[in-house]
């Protein structure tokens, strides 16, 4: 059975601080995602990471991907305020069926 | 507009009640999901559909009855629901088929389902 962990659960960094999001998963996987979610509102999509090594960066945000270690890092740099949000990691098996782990709860504090 | 509409948005109902939620995906994908988001447990997955076959049901008790009617329409029929079954009710779609040729998956607002 195909599970996904998180770490840390809950985040709380000062704005300007680095911090990374871990994602480790259980068994071989085709592809990792990691998604966005503001209180009350859906999921945001904002890494697809498809092969090992892969690297993807959107502004303050870089995700990176290592399959033979099953691991899978959000990377935070300086963060703002804005960041403040849940984030998630989920592995897709066989192209059909996504796998989600806890959720971080990042919190940026002024 | 995410391309996923979920409705109703909102929803109390009684425990005797009988409820519907509605998925509607216009990215012509072929495989559609129901997915439960609890305060308290990671989102879980409920059911799966591809080209409106039912592929995977995830243990989910059977107050809970899906149907899709077509590639583009999901439903989640509720009925004789439990306290404990309130929770953001979340769909999803994907293209479905063959998982070589396409990724991504697309999700809907959800819909904040409360049983009192």
């Known amino acids: 059975e195909l599970k996904v962990e998180q770490n840390p659960l809950f985040l709380s960094m000062q704005e300007g601080k680095n911090y990374t999001i871990y994602c480790n998963y259980s068994?071989?996987?085709?592809?990792l995602y990691w998604y966005r979610q503001d209180p009350g509102k859906s999921l945001e999509s904002l890494f697809v990471?498809?092969?090992?090594?892969a690297v993807k960066q959107e502004g303050r945000l870089m995700a990176s991907l290592d399959t033979k270690a099953r691991l899978s890092t959000l990377h935070i740099t300086a963060a703002v305020h804005d960041l403040s949000a849940t984030y998630f990691c989920?592995?897709?098996?066989?192209?059909?069926?996504?796998?989600f782990g806890a959720g971080t709860i990042l919190r940026v504090k002024s | 507009e995410t391309g996923v509409t979920q409705t109703p948005r909102h929803l109390v109902m009684g425990m005797t009640n009988k409820k519907s939620l509605k998925c509607e995906q216009h990215l012509g994908h072929n495989a559609m999901y129901w997915y439960k988001q609890s305060a308290k447990k990671p989102l879980e997955l409920m059911f799966v559909?591809?080209?409106?076959?039912?592929?995977e049901n995830n243990s989910v008790p059977s107050r809970f009855s899906p149907e899709c009617p077509n590639s583009s329409h999901l439903f989640l029929h509720l009925h004789t629901l439990q306290p404990e079954d309130s929770a953001l009710y979340l769909c999803?779609?994907?293209?479905?088929?063959?998982?070589?040729?396409?990724?991504?998956?697309?999700f809907g607002s959800g819909t904040r389902l409360t049983v009192v």
């Open positions: 559909y591809n080209f409106k076959e039912q592929t």
């Open positions: 989920a592995v897709d098996r066989y192209g059909n069926k996504l796998v």
């Open positions: 990471l498809l092969s090992n090594g």
């Open positions: 068994t071989t996987s085709d592809r």
């Open positions: 999803a779609s994907s293209q479905g088929g063959d998982f070589r040729q396409g990724y991504g998956y697309t």
